[in-house]
């Protein structure tokens, strides 16, 4: 991987911080694929609005590994390449323990689990061989603060989301003789459309009430993170977990 213009795969690149991503990386003169699951015209419109050349969508469900291994071909064969994968597709799916039906229960964590964890596992296995043959480069992983945290209502989300962080560590260790580093990204809320819900309803002041900046973060401040984790200046920092959550949660 050089400062030139790289070879980027974003998961989860139709809408909120996938979006701000890919125009990150675009933004400096890379090459992007947008990864979409379930909407081709949001992703449609996300290509449209990015600067430059050379950019591609691709699609797949990531709970289907033969789809994911799909995806990821795909994209390098398109984009002469792949020197970055930014893990970037989740969902977050509230079930309760105290009020969830069994079936349900099972229904989410399979899902969730499928999609945030497995997903992006096999995501960044099958781009291994791809970033070795570009001579290095990373997979930056976006996780969450509800993995340190908590999250009582959606404890499956917060599960994927601490396993992430334990798989990037782990595929740090494997990957950096290959020059390739892997990290995580851990926002707290941020402002997108999977948080609307929350964030414009009764409790939305008390969430933005956890920053002392009063606010949440914004997509393009979890992207500038990631931009520069996937920066051959953090190639040292493989392994580390770097937090966007506006001092709302601290650990050390």
Known sequence: MTSSS??????????????????????????????????????EEVLAELPGSGHVLVQADLADADSVGTMVDTAADALGGLDVLVNNAGVFVASPPLTSSYEHWQQV?????????VGAANATFRAVPHLRAAGGGAVVNVSSRGAFRGEPDN???GASKAGMNAFAQSMALALAPLGIAVTAVAPGFVQTEMAREVLDGP???????????GRVARPEEVAAAVLWLASPEARFSTGTIVDVNGASYLRS
């Open 203 to 213: 409790g939305g002041d008390a969430v933005r009430a956890q920053s002392p900046f």
């Open 6 to 43: 790289r070879a980027v795969l974003v998961t989860g690149g139709s809408r909120g911080i996938g979006r701000a991503i890919a125009r990150a990386f675009a933004e400096r003169g890379d090459r992007v694929a947008v990864h979409w699951g379930a909407s081709r015209a949001r992703a």
């Open 109 to 117: 964590w399979a899902q969730t689990l499928a999609v945030n964890l």
């Open 155 to 157: 404890p499956a989300y």
